[in-house]
């Protein structure tokens, strides 16, 4: 790793941005899930649910998770291995190179599509 991100301001700006990414995932999280709970309650509280649309919404919902949230760990691990060797070797630095990024992304693709699926199958 080279020293050119090793400054006090470049610790604290990636500090920031993990910061920042993080709040995004949790947040890009969170509105997947209302979203697919929202969509639940209509499919089972109406009896002629307008398939259509609400296909429309369960499909741009895990489009929507699945990029955004590809978008935001991919950032942290960009973010992650920005580090200089003295932060590198941290604990929390060690924690965030040595994180699983590939299977975070495949429970978000299982989870996040198996809700849409079976919405789907439900509605159709």
């Known amino acids: 790793m080279t020293n050119k991100f090793a400054s006090a301001t470049d610790r604290d700006r990636r500090a920031s941005n993990a910061y920042t990414r993080g709040r995004d995932l949790y947040w890009t999280i969170s509105i997947g899930m209302i979203s697919n709970l929202v969509t639940l309650v209509i499919i089972s509280s109406i009896d002629d649910t307008p398939a259509l649309a609400i296909s ?3 499909i741009a919902t895990l489009v929507f998770v699945l990029v955004s949230s590809f978008d935001c760990m991919d950032d942290l ?5 920005d580090m200089d060797d003295e932060e590198a070797s941290t604990e929390l630095g060690a924690k965030l190179l040595g994180s699983p990024w590939y299977l975070f992304k495949g429970l978000l693709v299982i989870s996040f599509g198996a809700m849409a699926v079976t919405q789907l199958l439900e509605i159709w």
Do not use: E, F
Request: proline share 0%; net charge positive.
């Open 56 to 58: 429309a919404v369960l």
């Open 77 to 81: 691990k960009a973010i992650a291995s």
